[in-house]
């Protein structure tokens, strides 16, 4: 990691740092946070900046906001900074815009020790348009720039580039988590212990092309499930009965898996329904899935042979549920998985997304070295894309 970090950040007693994080959290359909791991994620950086006599301005989007206030009143950051407040244990304070008079009047108050919230920089249409003014005036706001919002570093928008262009000259450095998912990263790209192995389930091929790409050229071993196997296992001209399928994307399936030359495994059973709404169908099918039924998830002897590969791996990295792990029943073959990470001695790092929600329900992120706080992000960073983001950020 070429990247300054906080540890640069010498000079910062009595100054006002802006943080681009990303709280870009879950929420339910009344906008309450589902799932906060986003937050606690940029905690330490935030911390660290206090404990360095800085007063903190953390901005961020969330959702994604149609400008329509009425619409868009749960994509509102008062919830997120009073989550915030409370897994610190101070009160953070929250203004209601991002840029402009409000937000430079609630600036001026702030004092050292004390983080202010911008509101969600989405609702400004200048954010996602990259515009330099809006850009201008959210660098006015600050004295040094930090980057801690892996999980949207993947993106071109104003606080993530403009802004740091327009705050060149000043301390422009990555945040604690950017560097531990870099580090990690990195270290996976570079020089994995082996056997290397991933998992890769969810619901289309298209959405992972490049990241398969990418993975074939480092892994000894893809164990597909989730939605997408049926695709790959039809293109292999097996039945798989009404399961979820991308249709128009069998020859690419096919390309894949010659590109794979064997080491792309598919599952070799599957728990099925006859509908989605005949739970009482439930049954394990090996081999063809008969005409009609629904493939929902890996079947018994995929979770064990999957799990004997990871037991046996030097380095695990997994994205995408290996079904619909949402509803109980058919939650059994992204469990075992879960179950057979948290158990191995591999490196073991999830992708964010659903993937770390799934881990996250079970109970077993604690047991698994790394989970990414990057969905689109990690999935790019893996594929090799360079982030815009980053190259904003002084070098060492
Ligand atoms: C994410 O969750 O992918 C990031 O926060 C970026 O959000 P976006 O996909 O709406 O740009
Ligand atoms: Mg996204």
């Known amino acids: 990691m070429n990247k300054r970090t906080i540890a640069h950040l010498n000079d910062i007693r009595g100054k006002k740092v802006l943080v681009r994080v990303d709280f870009n959290v879950c929420l339910d359909s009344e906008g309450s946070i589902t799932n906060d791991r986003r937050i606690r994620g940029a905690i330490p950086t935030i911390k660290a900046l206090l404990d360095k006599g800085a007063a903190v301005i953390a901005m961020s989007h969330l959702g994604r906001p149609k400008g329509d206030p009425a619409k868009d009143r749960p994509f509102r950051m008062d919830r997120v900074a009073s989550r915030l407040g409370e897994l610190m244990g101070i009160s953070v304070k929250k203004v209601d815009d991002s840029a402009g008079l409000i937000a430079q009047t609630a600036v001026a108050n702030l004092k050292p020790g004390e983080v202010l919230v911008l509101e969600n920089l989405r609702f400004h249409p200048g954010e996602q348009g990259a515009d330099s003014v809006f850009a201008s005036s959210i660098a006015s706001l600050g004295d040094a720039y930090v980057n801690d919002a892996f999980g949207t570093c993947h993106r071109k928008d104003a606080s993530m580039v403009a802004v740091p262009k327009a705050l060149a000259g000043k301390a422009r ?220 950020i002084d070098n060492i």
């Not at 990690?184 to 619901?203: A, E, T, Y």
């Open 173 to 392: 450095v990555v945040g604690l988590l950017v560097q531990k998912e870099l580090e990690i990263l990195d270290h996976l790209l570079s020089n994995p212990p082996r056997p290397f192995v991933s998992l890769l389930g969810g619901g289309k091929v298209s959405d992972k092309i490049g990241f398969i790409k990418a993975l074939l050229k480092r892994v000894d071993l893809v164990l597909v499930g989730g939605a997408m196997s049926y695709t790959f296992l039809k293109a292999q001209g097996k039945g798989i009965g009404a399961s979820r399928c991308e249709g128009d994307k069998l020859e690419l399936a096919r390309e894949l898996l010659n590109m794979g030359s064997g080491r792309i495994h598919l599952p070799i059973d599957h728990i099925v329904v006859d509908g989605l709404d005949k739970p009482e169908t439930i049954r394990v099918v090996e081999g063809d899935i008969p005409d009609g039924a629904i493939g929902v998830d890996i079947g018994p002897k995929t979770r064990e042979l999957y799990s004997s590969k990871i037991a046996t791996a030097g380095t695990v990295v997994w994205n995408g549920p290996m079904g619909k792990f949402e509803d109980e029943p058919f939650s059994h073959g992204t469990k075992a998985i879960a179950l057979a990470m948290a158990n191995s001695k591999a490196i073991t790092v999830v992708g964010g997304g659903e993937t770390a929600e799934a881990v996250e329900a079970f109970g077993l992120d604690e047991r698994i070295k790394h989970v990414s706080t990057g969905g689109g992000a990690f999935l790019e960073y893996v594929e090799g894309t360079p982030f815009a983001a980053l190259g904003e």
